[in-house]
Nanobody, 124 residues
Framework: QVQLVESGGGLVQPGESLRLSCTAS???????IGWFRQAPGKEREGVSC????????SYVDFVKGRFTVSRDNAKNTVYLQMTSLKPEDTAVYYC??????????????????WGQGTQVTVSS
């Protein structure tokens, strides 16, 4: 069964950090993996992506310099390290992938698989 499971969310104060994990039930070796988020009342938006080949990364402007995506293929896991968190980062975060999903269009809807999401709340 194809499954993606996110974890690591929580409630933090502004300026603090969290590391999200996305673990797959299958090998991620040949998949680009993206992170999306959805805040209440807003559309889901692409945040970051890491490619399967050279591990190159992409970030949306409002997280550049604060978020870092990485992968451990041996563990079928992708991470999103989030630092200097802001209240506007509050959202449910999802990881996505699929055979057609590509980091060159990481905000697109070409993914086939996604997890249940993990809630990140940044509040003082």
């Amino acid at each position: 069964q194809v499954q993606l499971v996110e974890s690591g969310g929580g409630l933090v104060q502004p300026g603090e950090s969290l590391r999200l994990s996305c673990t797959a039930s299958f090998s991620l070796d040949y998949y680009d993996i993206g992170w999306f988020r959805q805040a209440p009342g807003k559309e889901r938006e692409g945040v970051s992506c890491i490619s399967s080949g050279d591990g190159s990364t992409s970030y949306v402007d409002f997280v550049k310099g604060r978020f870092t995506v990485s992968r451990d293929n041996a563990k079928n896991t992708v991470y999103l390290q989030m630092t200097s968190l802001k209240p506007e980062d509050t959202a449910v975060y999802y990881c996505v992938t699929g055979e057609a999903y590509d980091c060159s269009d990481y905000g697109g809807d070409t993914y086939d698989y996604w997890g249940q999401g993990t809630q990140v709340t940044v509040s003082s």
